[in-house]
């Protein structure tokens, strides 16, 4: 394994998130301070690494075979609505620590690791606060669950903690479901099916799903949009993130193309979340 690495000002931030969309492997840390970033792309193979500073300048270095155990910096906590705090921190004492200070509030950790989902990227923050309204409309009620491209597991999280019933979660990477699969343990969470599984080949259940969370990147949701139809149940809500403002027309004229519609779109900075449904679910909503 090698990685890239280079050294920005924070206002290009946005920009380094658009050049690497899609790329599962590109982590952005925030240097003390807020002025600079350090932009990380992990690679099998060291030819990969050299392209990528071919185009960008940077360095490149090999990374020893237990890199993954190396200590990541801690993502600020996120307060969502008056709900949750989401946390990186996973020690023990700390978080105990932590709870006892918000006790008003669910804490979830999810500590930061090579798996898209920690809470502070504004499409998974809103997301989030999306979430929680559904769930608070849906309150007294059973419903179910799908997380498309789970990451961190952190939406199936706190869908299940907002009392939703059982719940699906998947991602086409074999890391990310065991992170996910970590991350519900470590919070105390049960009833949700974790499978890797390659979005566009899922065949979702028949009666489908009640609540669809789905934060893919604008290209993958295009493709996706078949799929995703028939994973939402009558009446049901979709929450997709993911998006690029400058890729959003795109993706919401092929989600009419499948009857799905939207009533609300959050935009922040260059990323757009929205929430919507079938549009047959939403003529009265509308």
Not at 77 to 103: C, H, N, Q, W
Not at 131 to 147: C, M
Not at 234 to 256: E, K
């Amino acid at each position: 394994m090698f990685v890239w690495s280079k050294l920005s000002a924070s206002k290009w931030m946005d920009a380094w998130e658009e050049r690497f969309t899609g790329n599962p492997n590109v982590a952005i840390e925030i240097i003390k301070g807020g002025k600079s970033v350090r932009v990380q792309v992990y690679c099998e193979k060291e030819k990969e690494a050299k392209a990528i500073a071919e185009q960008f300048g940077g360095s490149i270095r090999p990374l020893a075979k237990d890199w993954h155990k190396a200590e990541v910096p801690l993502p600020r906590p996120i307060k969502v609505r008056d709900a949750f705090l989401v946390t990186g921190e996973s020690r023990p004492k700390e978080l105990a620590k932590i709870r006892a200070e918000y006790s008003d509030r669910e804490v979830i950790s999810i500590p930061p690791e090579m798996a898209f989902g920690t809470g502070d990227h504004a499409t998974t923050s809103t997301c989030l606060r999306m979430l929680v309204d559904v769930a608070r409309e849906r309150k007294g009620t059973e419903w179910t669950v799908a997380d498309l491209g789970t990451g961190t597991g952190l939406l199936a999280i706190a869908a299940r903690k907002l009392g939703s019933g059982p719940a699906f979660a998947c991602d086409f990477d074999p890391f990310a479901v065991k992170i996910t699969a970590d991350n519900l343990e470590r919070n105390g969470v049960d009833g949700v099916e974790v499978k890797e599984q390659d979005v566009l080949k899922w065949k979702p259940r028949k009666k489908g799903y009640d609540v669809v969370l789905a934060n893919i990147f604008s290209t993958v949701l295009i493709q996706a949009w078949p799929v995703i139809a028939r994973s939402i149940a009558p009446g049901g809500d979709l929450i997709v993130s993911g998006i690029l403002a400058s890729q959003a027309w795109d993706v919401f004229t092929a989600a009419a193309s499948n009857g799905i519609g939207f009533t609300k779109v959050v935009r922040k900075g260059k990323w757009v979340t929205a929430r919507g449904g079938r549009m047959i679910d939403l003529e009265g909503k509308v």
